[in-house]
């Protein structure tokens, strides 16, 4: 899972960032609210976690601008404590979730795990790419009417393609999203489930949907348009 964390508190912000990437997750790391709105909005994260008290664009702001811009990212606000206005205004601008400081990091990291889940259910259910559907619900993949049987982490890695059709997704962002301990993983899984995936939905029907852009992972485009 990709995180921003956009704090001031520098001390507080390394401290979420070693701990969350202890647990495995992929942590990037904003110390005002312009450059925290800048990276949310030219990277793909999971999941902001964003400070309310920020210099330069409060949290409300960030938030309800990220919001104007169509982003769905989830966003879990860190508010004052006991401060039920900031809870208030924060899930008014568009929040998912919010935290009170002092919090307890166990709770982050749940809360962070519990509302990647509710923002993956957000997603399209159901994706066509000329003649390659890909359906997330029932867990289905069909290529001009013919049924693909898939694994369960090729179908993983496609339904993760499928939500970034036209887009570069790394290998790295791959394993984040897909492997349970993505720390620990060889990149180079990643090529052989792909490689694999390519020999089931593209290589009998003459397709090339399942592209490699070079230094930047793999793109799924509609009949490798």
Not at 121 to 138: C, E, H, K, N, Q
Not at 199 to 223: C, S, W
Request: proline share 4%; net charge neutral; aromatic share 4%.
């Amino acid at each position: 899972m990709r995180v921003l964390v956009v704090e001031d508190e520098r001390r507080l912000a390394l401290a979420l960032r070693h701990g969350l990437t202890a647990q495995g997750f992929r942590v990037d790391v904003a110390h005002d609210g312009p450059s925290g709105l800048a990276q949310a909005m030219d990277h793909a994260y999971d999941v902001v976690v964003l400070d309310v008290m920020l210099p330069g664009l409060n949290g409300y702001r960030v938030c309800s601008r990220l919001r104007a811009c169509g982003s769905d990212v989830g966003i879990l606000m860190l508010t004052a404590k006991d401060g039920e206005w900031d809870e208030a205004e924060a899930l008014d601008t568009g929040a998912d979730d919010y935290l009170s400081k002092p919090f307890s990091f166990v709770v982050l990291v749940a809360r962070l795990k519990a509302l990647a889940r509710r923002i993956g259910s957000r997603a399209p259910r159901r994706t066509v790419l000329g003649d390659l559907v890909i359906d997330s619900a029932a867990r289905t993949c069909t290529r001009a009417g013919t049924t693909i049987p898939l694994t369960p982490r090729e179908f993983a890695i496609l339904d993760h393609l499928a939500r970034r059709a036209g887009e570069a997704v790394s290998k790295r962002e791959i394993l984040d999203a897909i492997w349970d301990n993505a720390l620990d993983s060889d990149p180079n899984t990643v090529e052989v489930h792909v490689s694999a995936l390519r020999r089931k939905i593209d290589t009998p029907f003459g397709r090339a949907a399942v592209q490699t852009v070079r230094g930047a992972g793999y793109r799924l485009a509609a009949d490798g348009g």
